[in-house]
């Protein structure tokens, strides 16, 4: 079946520092795939996706490239702020599975002023 | 963008209590709406799907007497936790897929459920 693998965490970075957040996945078919971000006591919101390979999907300086080859969607931004302090989910979503969503574990992003 | 409503965002009931959360899509229709559960420090896992007008697909390992899921509109859907106990005391987030779009899915707020 399905599946995404995110890198373990939680991860702190110093404010302006580079992130990086790995993620790969398996799946039967051509799935779209999701970047997720959840901030402290709300809701999960779509941050960034992509739904075909070599696609880059972008949003408030983040960016992930759909990688067909080695099944991966890593979460990059150059220089994190301390508002990005969350939980950040990796998901895919397979066409033939009536658009549920497989999560990944997600990983907890603290950035220290 | 569209926007998920859910309600309460928190509750607090005894145990053997019942408590409903809704989840309603404010302004596109979804045909679709998924119900997760999140554990402390892990992934959402989905319990169940609730499509408009027909009865919930319930993912393995979720009890369905338990869980009453309610689809009754293209706007609403509705999960009952019956005979709450503290074990089911967790972070229920709703997600509704947009007919026209279905694209992505946007999620409801979250409800925190304490049982005590």
């Known amino acids: 079946g399905d599946s995404v693998t995110q890198m373990e965490g939680p991860v702190t970075l110093s404010e302006e520092a580079f992130l990086t957040i790995n993620c790969t996945y398996t799946?039967?078919?051509?799935?779209?795939l999701f970047w997720y971000v959840q901030y402290p006591g709300e809701g999960l919101q779509l941050l960034l996706k992509?739904?075909?390979?070599?696609d880059k999907g972008s949003n408030k300086g983040f960016e992930a490239t759909y990688r067909k080859e080695t099944t991966s969607f890593h979460l990059e931004k150059g220089s994190v702020q301390v508002s990005d302090s969350a939980v950040y989910f990796c998901?895919?979503?397979?066409?033939?599975?009536?658009?549920?969503?497989?999560f990944g574990k997600g990983i907890t992003l603290s950035v220290r002023p | 963008g569209a926007v998920v409503s859910q309600h309460p965002s928190w509750v607090i009931c005894k145990s053997g209590t019942s408590v409903k959360i809704e989840c309603r899509s404010l302004?596109?229709?979804?045909?679709?709406m998924f119900w997760y559960r999140q554990f402390p420090k892990q992934s959402l896992m989905l319990m169940a799907t609730?499509?408009?007008?027909?009865?919930?697909?319930?993912e393995q390992g979720v009890e369905k007497d338990k869980f009453l899921i309610n689809h009754a509109s293209l706007t609403l859907s509705t999960l009952t936790v019956t005979s709450a106990h503290p074990e089911d005391s967790s972070f229920y987030i709703c997600?509704?897929?947009?007919?026209?779009?279905?694209?992505?899915?946007?999620f409801g707020q979250g409800t925190r459920l304490t049982v005590v």
């Open positions: 799946a039967t078919g051509y799935p779209s």
């Open positions: 609730s499509n408009e007008g027909s009865k919930a697909t319930y």
């Open positions: 302004d596109f229709q979804a045909t679709t």
């Open positions: 992509a739904t075909k390979a070599d």
């Open positions: 997600s509704a897929w947009d007919r026209a779009k279905n694209t992505e899915a946007f």
């Open positions: 998901a895919l979503s397979d066409p033939g599975a009536n658009s549920k969503l497989t």
